[in-house]
């Protein structure tokens, strides 16, 4: 059951994976959401729980990246074409790029614009930047971008493993989702 | 000769005069600064305002004797951020439509120590009179006064920030107002 062979993820990349992937759209969800709202005091606790929720987010990648280091993720089907596979390597390394991107240039666009992340309210970020309109102002961009990156990734993401499902009948997500998985 | 010596006496009294005199002076605005810091979401954030005007008169040997009134034009609030400086003009914060500026006048100086005074007097905001007390140092070099330093407000207590916002969870109560005030020289 929890044997770390290369056919199957371990327990925990597969835990990690899934509290990932809700904190990531959700939080991209929110961030969509809370931007156009006009100021107010919730306005202000909801920027606040994002860039937790960020920090959070760069945190667990952190450890995942860490994780699969040491517990290598298992080999593609062999039946994938080699441009499939070396799609999926591609977009993994973006995913992670972006997993780390998407908050650190929040966190740069946050101090610039002059508000450092005290985490959970309690634990104070220190801030690269110092305060700068005009580069806040191309942050904000950068940062807005970044996150629609991430969300195409996403999307693709998810829409490759439902077809690996569907389409090819190989065991992809299945792996992923172990209740996919044929009892035997 | 001894009359010119006298003259040149008199004269040279008559320059250094101003020094000692307590002629009302303008602040140099352009080198003094009043800003503000206080917490939002546990966060500190700062902020100033970029036009303000104050009329001096004052003597550190005679603080008592003191008049000093300082005007703050509220519109121009800086916080480095256009959203929040549309909304801190807005009604529920300075209203300043209504009350555009702030005013401090310092009714009471007195000396706490070499360099070192206690101003007290009644700031008004938005229509709220409230006296407060404000610590500051004097140092005069260079041709030049300068006045430092900061006093603590409550700014339920003038109504910035009604509604939704006096929640201090978000945006807290205490305001720590620093400011420095460069006086022209004594000529």
Redesign the interface.
Same mark, same amino acid.
């Given at each position: 059951m929890s044997s770390t062979s290369a056919t199957e993820f371990t327990g925990t990349a597969i835990g990690l994976h899934w509290i990932a992937a809700v904190l990531i759209i959700g939080n991209l969800a929110f961030g969509l959401y809370m931007v156009d709202l006009p100021?107010?005091? %919730?306005k202000?606790?909801y !920027?606040?729980w994002h860039k937790w929720a960020g920090v959070t987010i760069f945190l667990l990648s952190a450890a995942r990246l860490l994780w699969k280091l040491g517990h290598p993720a298992p080999a593609l089907p062999s039946s994938m074409p080699a441009w499939q596979r070396k799609a999926a390597n591609a977009s993994h390394h973006v995913l992670y790029l972006l997993f780390f991107a998407a908050p650190l240039t929040g966190w740069l666009f946050s101090s610039a %614009?002059? !508000?450092?992340? =005290?985490y959970f309210? =309690?634990l104070?970020i220190p801030d690269l930047l110092s305060?700068n309109?005009e580069l %806040?102002d191309i942050l904000r961009v950068v940062h807005h971008f970044t996150n629609y990156a991430l969300a195409a990734l996403v999307v693709l993401h998810a829409a490759a493993a439902i077809k690996h499902h569907v389409v090819d009948g190989d065991d992809v997500l299945a792996r992923m989702l172990p209740f996919l998985k044929p009892r035997n | 000769m001894k009359r010119r010596a006298i003259v040149v006496a008199v004269a040279t009294f008559a320059l250094a005069l101003p020094a000692f005199a307590q002629s009302p002076r303008k602040i140099d605005a352009g080198k003094s600064r009043i800003r503000f810091a206080f917490k939002q979401m546990n966060v500190p954030v700062e902020g100033g305002f970029r036009k303000f005007d104050a009329t001096v008169s004052f003597d550190p040997k005679k603080p008592e004797a003191t008049k000093a009134e300082f005007e703050v034009e509220l519109g121009s609030i800086d916080l480095g951020n256009s959203e929040g400086e549309t909304e801190a003009k807005r009604k529920p914060w300075l209203h300043i439509e209504a009350f555009p500026k702030a005013k401090f006048v310092a009714s009471s100086v007195k000396a706490a120590g070499p360099g070192k005074f206690v101003a007290t007097g009644p700031l008004s905001i938005k229509g709220v009179s409230q006296d407060i007390t404000a610590p500051f140092s004097l140092v005069d070099a260079g041709g030049v006064r300068t006045v430092e330093g900061q006093f603590p407000l409550k700014r339920l207590q003038f109504k910035i920030g009604e509604g939704p916002w006096s929640d201090t969870e978000t945006v807290a109560d205490e305001v720590t107002v620093r400011f420095k005030f460069v006086i022209p020289s004594t000529k």
């Open positions: 100021l107010s005091p %919730a202000l606790k !920027f606040s %614009a002059g !508000f450092q992340t =005290v309210g =309690v104070p305060k309109k %806040a | -």
